[in-house]
């Protein structure tokens, strides 16, 4: 047989038959499914579960009840209510002490995870991220009570220092302050521990060959790198701060004004009957000011991935 002829054999046969063939049907089939196919229930799921809300919330913020018919109507009466008088400043409380929970926590939780990453122990190194992980989660109604029973006005450490003759009061802004710290500490040690865990051995004996003592090298050197990642940290701990809520709620009711009180308020009518909608204008207050910690939060953690990388 010559070679004309098994060109000609070759040409005649039919493609894609035999195993090779099928296999590389398959294969084209596979690459002609999109990927992002596979997001698509978790997109769907991130839909209902976040759109419908917000979606709501929107709709009953800016609807306006007359008071005679009970009617209602769209209107920005509501939000312009939710920035005015009690809420404006219970708005305004909240912004207050998130920024200084978060801003204290930082100082604090940064010398805490350094200590931990130069820590030749690796026990003790995940004893304290894992107890971090926990720490950062526990909230609520146990932490109030664990605080009130401890440094309560009839605490243990109260009673025991006489604090209480000192002026120490637990249910104030202060007090609420260190209650936030409890968790907002360990989540600014998980949050920085990975930009510390960066910070590369060649930069630090650079610094030292020519000269720089441990001071200057975390002033123009360590502290410019993690800038970034300090920043993002301490905008995800001010967000933390600012949605919660039932810490307060049990320990300090409507001793310090806060926003999130001010919605439970508003919602069951405790204050004021028929204020449903002031609530949820208040919530879109705050879904602005968290939208507004996202938009500077995300890009630098982009900039202090890129410096880490």
Same mark, same amino acid.
């Given at each position: 047989m010559t070679s004309d002829t098994l060109t000609a054999s070759a040409a005649a046969a039919p493609t894609g038959t035999g195993p090779a063939g099928a296999a590389g049907a398959r294969q084209r089939r596979r690459r002609r499914t999109p990927g992002w196919l596979a997001t698509v229930p978790l997109l769907a799921f991130t839909a209902i579960a976040f759109g419908v809300p917000v979606i709501a919330m929107l709709s009953g913020a800016l609807t306006v009840d007359d008071p005679v018919t009970g009617a209602g109507s769209y209107g920005t009466a509501n939000l312009t209510a939710s920035v005015q008088g009690a809420y404006l400043t219970a708005l305004l409380g909240s912004v207050k002490l998130s920024a200084t929970a978060a801003g204290l926590a930082a100082v604090l939780g940064l010398p805490l995870a350094q200590a @931990? @990453?130069?820590s030749r122990s690796r026990a003790l190194r995940e004893a304290v991220l894992t107890a971090s992980g926990v720490l950062a989660n526990f909230g609520g109604v146990p932490l109030a009570f664990a605080f009130v029973a401890t440094l309560g006005n009839s605490g243990v450490l109260t009673r025991h220092f006489a604090l209480g003759d000192k002026g120490w009061s637990l249910y104030s802004f202060w &007090?609420?302050?260190l209650v936030y710290l409890y968790f907002l500490i360990p989540l600014m040690v998980l949050t920085i521990t990975p930009a510390l865990d960066g910070l590369r051995t060649q930069w630090r004996e650079a610094a030292r060959n020519? &000269?720089?003592? &441990? *001071?200057?090298?975390?002033?123009?050197?360590?502290?410019?790198? *993690?800038?970034?990642?300090?920043?993002? +940290?301490?905008? *995800? *701990? %001010? +967000?933390? $701060? %600012?949605? $919660?809520y039932a810490t307060a709620a049990a320990m300090v009711g409507s001793a310090v004004p806060l926003v999130t009180l001010q919605i439970s308020d508003a919602l069951s009518g405790n204050v004021l009957v028929g204020q449903e909608n002031v609530a949820l204008a208040l919530s879109l207050d705050m879904v602005v000011i968290a939208g507004l910690v996202m938009a500077v939060y995300l890009p630098l953690q982009r900039r202090s991935s890129r410096w880490l990388a």
């Open positions: @931990v @990453v130069s &007090g609420l302050v020519n &000269g720089a003592t &441990g *001071l200057q090298y975390w002033r123009h050197v360590a502290l410019p790198v *993690l800038l970034p990642s300090l920043l993002g +940290g301490l905008v *995800l *701990l %001010f +967000g933390s $701060a %600012f949605a $919660a």
